[in-house]
């Protein structure tokens, strides 16, 4: 028996050979200069038994669709031909030598067994090779093996237990495709054709549009603008302060801030006239602070682009090449529970020779292990990131170091303990009004010793307390501040705005992200000083007013502020990046918006509804026919507004290009 | 007894001030035969609650209406000496902005609030995982409804209207003479809120209650809401908040939408 396997890419490739032959391979070169044939022999056990393997790779997708030829011209059809004229699926022009490669092994073989990655895209180009190996071999047993890291053991029992091919996922995927295509093509035609007129800057420009890109430029433009337009307004508040033990006691106000001044004061007054405050609650309890959730895609990019000085873009490739190296799980998991079967204790004992965190696995090992908190989401193909063996700095570069470290940390802080503290709150009356005291002693750090990037700071003691004393407080001041506008967005911000609405999957935000950069339609520039002070008096509403509206559980604490600011020396947060739109991108945006449809290209809605409907195939809830039928014929909708209301774009166009 | 006077006792044995006979008779219903007397004093108290107490024809005069020089800021506290029947003109949230106030009442208007639709928006800044420890907030479900945010912090799960039980209100009150004073919340009373409060909602202030600086300080052992409202009143309020917001914190229409 002779059996061809083909992975996405020539690391796996690679790596799983070297696992199934045990060593003894034999490699030959092919004539795409990437790819590599290894042949060995191996032990599939039932059905195949023991078979002749030829393992290889592609690079990714080998098909691209395309239209036919008289399609490729920009003024003739007109685009919206674009909706229904036929798509070809090719081999792309530069992947025939990786298809030949397929074709041709596939004629000696028996049997077919795909190792792409586990996700939709994976099943898709997992098709994408099977359709190649029929050119050469009709009659090939197809298989599939399930994997999510390229650790030698889960390699072997992924060999023992193939499945078939999802082709729900795959019709999910070609739809997408078709979909993109389509609708990108006709409405990339229609604005680059349609604003050429406008001539200066719009002469040579391609005004790319993409259903993913626009609702994700749509979020930076809206925030540009609640920032742009935000008006400042003064607020008062009543502080009060008791000094005891040594301690400065501080008391927030339970009305947190009031807009109207002539309000605070009268309110104010009648706590002077009260003189003594009076306490009327004292409780004393154990808190927490709870160690992270196991990390998932979104979660990763997040923390990437907040406090290791990456893009989401740069963190998925960076932990791609982890996982390739076979250093960590596959990166792109909604995951966030761990399955009980996996032995997360011999993945502790990998890092316990970690000069940086050995003593920490160590603990752990040694009685310290805790099961890591199980979060809700599943997507039941791969477990939450985390590392499979441990990888020495040496091998490793800078970036890698970054996410490999910060993968590790998390991974351990998902083992070990939450942080433990004692919380004291003191609620007094003070005439008419209740103040509110919050005092935290952290006990025990735990999981907060290996992770870094958490704090849990503002320690405050309070000083003693008795239910039903009377005191006049040492200050009772009557201050006032100024609401400040919000940030622009941060990368952070913007992808979990993405997977909030649905824009993109967690494996292809960072690349829109990086998408509409490149278009010009926004910039990054790192957050200014201003904002930095502007951050600070948010900070405190921010801390109060959560605390007013509901119960504490924690202990963040009146630290929230302190603990804010510290938190950003600490973790290199001033080298923030925030997203502007250009003003090519909030012409675009407000030319849509101010069409006025019930749709707009700029928000994320008609998207959303389409990632859904990719999601109902992979269920087997509807098909690819009905979602291509239904999507077409939205977008053809938005098309033919868009065309009637072209006038609005343009003078959206002139008004923030030309500023006319 | 005849039937007004008999509707009269009616309505003051529900604690309503009493109007005068003459106007009772306005707001019976024409009908022949009359319902029976509980339907009628239905009939009429709900007309009571949908007038407008400053009509002089309401009340026989003197009726109860605030102390003069009520309005006086220099008298640090007074109270009430009898109650008084006061009608609501407006109504504040003094624990918002009122920008974030506009940027709700704006999503609104652009359908952005409606479910299934819904933009989630984050809050401004960046969030700490501090919140998560508290509430769960976990990896995927993180938005602005269960974040608190700064500004907007109105994410879809808090209306424009919702008062949270720290909210305070100002109010605007009138007396049967057209008198307006301040009413202020001391004290939370759930049914002031914008939304469940009505323009032209009925309200007795009882005696006792306190009059500090020209404002009156409400809670709920001073203050019976009567319910009722001012259709009309209602509508201009409604209509005009988003103006009245924008006009007071000197803010144009965006790009003059």
Sequence with gaps: ?660 | MDLPAQIRSGLQSQGLPPPSIAWIQTAMPNRNPLPPLPALIATVKTRFLAADLSNPALFDSPSPAFPPNAGNPEVKEVKLTWDIPVQVLDIENLSKSKWEQIEELEAIARGEQTRGREVIRLPTGNEEDEFAADNQTTQSTINGAERPGIQGRGGPATSTNAATKTSTHRLVLQDCKGQKLYGLELKRIERIGIGSLNIGEKIILKRGAILARGTLLLDTTTCTILGGKIEAWQKDWVEGRLARLREAVGADSRNGQ
Aim: net charge positive; aromatic share 10%.
């Design chain 1, 1 to 660: 028996m002779r059996v061809l396997c083909v992975a996405e890419k020539p690391s796996i490739a690679k790596a799983v050979a070297g696992h199934l032959s045990g060593g003894e391979v034999q490699t030959h070169n092919t004539p795409e200069k990437y790819i590599k044939n290894y042949v060995f022999d191996y032990d599939f056990g039932r059905p195949w038994g023991k078979c002749q393997v030829t393992m290889t790779s592609v690079l990714g997708h080998i098909t691209a669709a395309e239209f036919p030829p008289e399609y490729k011209k920009w003024d003739y059809p007109p685009p919206d031909r674009l909706f229904d004229a036929p798509v070809n699926v090719v081999v792309a022009a530069d992947k025939t030598k990786v298809a030949d490669n397929i074709e041709k092994q596939a004629r000696f073989a028996n049997a077919l067994c795909i190792w792409t990655d586990c996700d939709r895209e994976g099943e898709h180009i997992g098709n994408e090779i099977c359709e190649a190996a029929k050119k050469g071999n009709r009659t090939l047993d197809i298989r599939r093996a399930r994997f999510s890291n390229i650790e030698r053991a889960h390699i072997i029992n992924a060999s023992r237990n193939l499945v078939n091919l999802d082709y729900k996922q795959v019709n999910a995927v070609a739809s997408r495709i078709e979909l993109d295509l389509r609708i990108g093509y006709a409405f990339t035609r229609f604005l680059t054709t349609s604003l050429k007129t406008l001539g200066g800057p719009f002469q040579d420009l391609l005004l790319s549009y993409g259903s993913c890109q626009f609702p994700t430029l749509g979020f930076v433009v809206d925030r540009y603008f609640r920032v742009r337009n935000f008006k400042p307004e003064p607020f008062w508040s009543i502080k009060v302060m008791h000094k005891r033990e040594g301690i400065d006691v501080n008391f927030s106000w339970a009305r947190h801030r009031l807009f109207d001044r002539p309000s605070v004061i009268i309110l104010y007054e009648r706590c002077l006239m009260a003189k003594k405050a009076k306490v009327t609650k004292v409780q004393e309890k154990p808190t927490k602070k709870w160690k992270p959730l196991p990390l998932t895609t979104v979660e990763l990019q997040k923390m990437a682009t907040r406090f290791l000085r990456m893009t989401g873009q740069q963190a998925m490739e960076t932990a791609e090449g982890l996982y390739n190296k076979g250093f960590i799980s596959y990166p792109r998991t909604e995951t966030d529970r761990f399955d009980p079967g996996i032995n997360l204790r011999l993945l502790v004992q990998k890092q316990t020779q970690s000069h940086a965190w050995g003593g920490f696995a160590q603990n752990l090992v040694d009685g310290g292990f805790q099961q890591p908190r199980q979060g809700r989401n599943d997507d039941k193909a791969h477990p939450p990131i985390h590392p499979i063996t441990f990888a020495s700095p040496s091998v490793l570069n800078d970036q890698e170091k970054k996410i490999y470290e910060f993968v590790v940390r998390r991974f351990l802080a998902c083992c070990s303990e939450d942080a433990k503290g004692v919380a004291t709150d003191v609620d007094i009356v003070y005439g008419e009004e209740l103040f509110h005291a919050h005092g935290v002693v952290v006990l025990e750090l735990n999981y907060l010793e290996v992770y870094v990037y958490d704090k849990w700071t503002g320690s405050v003691q309070l000083p003693k307390f008795t239910v039903g004393e009377m005191f006049e407080p040492t200050e009772a001041l009557m201050t006032e501040g100024k609401t400040a506008p919000p940030h622009y967005l941060t990368e952070a911000d913007l992808i979990a705005l993405m997977d909030a609405n649905g824009i993109g999957t967690d494996a292809t935000m960072a690349e829109h992200i990086q998408k509409i950069q490149d278009r010009d339609y926004v910039r990054t520039v790192p957050r200014s000083s201003r904002s930095e002070d502007a951050d600070d008096a948010e900070g405190s509403q921010a801390t109060e007013g959560s605390r007013a509206g509901r119960p504490t559980r924690g202990g963040r604490g009146r630290g929230g502020r302190t603990g804010r600011g510290r938190g950003a020396t600490n973790n290199g947060r001033e080298g923030i990046m925030e997203f502007i739109p250009t003003q090519l991108g909030v012409a675009l945006i407000e030319g849509f918006d101010k069409m006025d449809f019930e749709t707009s290209l700029g928000k994320p809605f008609l998207r959303k509804e389409m990632e859904l409907k990719m999601k109902a195939i992979c269920e087997g809830r509807t098909t690819k026919e009905v979602v291509l039928d239904e999507s077409i014929q939205q977008y053809r909708h938005v098309y033919i507004q868009s065309q009637q209301k072209l006038g609005v774009l343009k003078a959206a166009c002139r008004q923030y290009v030309f500023g006319a």
